[in-house]
């Protein structure tokens, strides 16, 4: 089972939709998460920390779930500037405690 | 303003080859950390550095070199033993050395190098 895995999409939405990503993580001993964004040919940028309880960036809320080892999220209101693909990333506890990447979700956003 | 520099931007290398990509930090970070990501694929981990004068093999480490004489810098060497070096090469950095859970800080990134073979 690979340590974190996305759902690559693509996601095709229409401006203004709603659109959640989940992604799973093997290591129940993790305990950072992050969304990065990533555009076409450039480097993952921090989109946002994924906190226990949850946590909203104006349009973009971030949930984590433990117990089933997922995080989530969500994009209200979607933009044309929101297409970009998203990485979900993950602390690997350990002596050196790394972070890993998924292979991230593409989302298109369309007119 | 703080940040972590990559270059050159482009790279062309010929077979047989060695390059070096040089990544620069002036966040004054602890720890750093060289990435490749193909067409299509996710960041795989080729080097890390916690500390000075100290680095550990990431999952791809074959055909690559790294040192770390100074904590600004941590430059990455593409050796010709790497059969396949044509690909995004991401440097990046954390303030955490990673024995403890990283402070919900995550990783920032430089820009990134496009090493093509020719």
């Known amino acids: 089972r690979k340590e974190v895995e996305q759902d690559p999409g693509p996601f095709n939405v229409p401006e203004g939709a709603t659109v959640a990503f989940n992604c799973t993580y093997s290591?129940?001993?993790?305990?950072?998460f992050f969304w990065y964004r990533q555009d076409c040919r450039k480097e993952p940028k921090l989109l946002m920390s994924v906190y226990s309880s949850g946590n909203e960036d104006g349009r973009f809320t971030a949930q984590l779930n433990r117990a089933s080892q997922y995080i989530s999220l969500l994009i209200r209101d979607s933009k044309l500037s929101d297409s970009a693909t998203y990485l979900c990333v993950v602390n690997i506890p350990g002596t050196a405690s790394k972070l890993t990447f998924g292979t991230g979700t593409r989302l298109q956003v369309t007119l | 303003d703080g940040g972590i520099t990559q270059s050159p931007k482009y790279l062309f290398r010929k077979e047989g080859q060695n390059v070096t990509l040089s990544c620069e930090q002036n966040?004054?970070?602890?720890?750093m950390y060289w990435y490749r990501q193909d067409p299509g694929q996710g960041l795989r981990l080729i080097y890390y550095?916690?500390?000075?004068?100290?680095?550990q093999k990431g999952d791809i480490a074959e055909g690559y070199s790294v040192s770390r004489e100074k904590k600004e810098s941590f430059p990455l060497t593409v050796t010709s033993a790497q059969k396949n070096p044509t690909a995004f090469y991401l440097c990046a950095s954390s303030p955490q050395p990673h024995r403890i859970v990283i402070s919900n800080y995550g990783y920032t990134f430089g820009s990134g190098t496009r090493l093509t073979v020719v």
């Open positions: 290591n129940s001993a993790s305990q950072s």
């Open positions: 966040l004054n970070h602890d720890a």
């Open positions: 550095s916690q500390i000075v004068n100290d680095f």
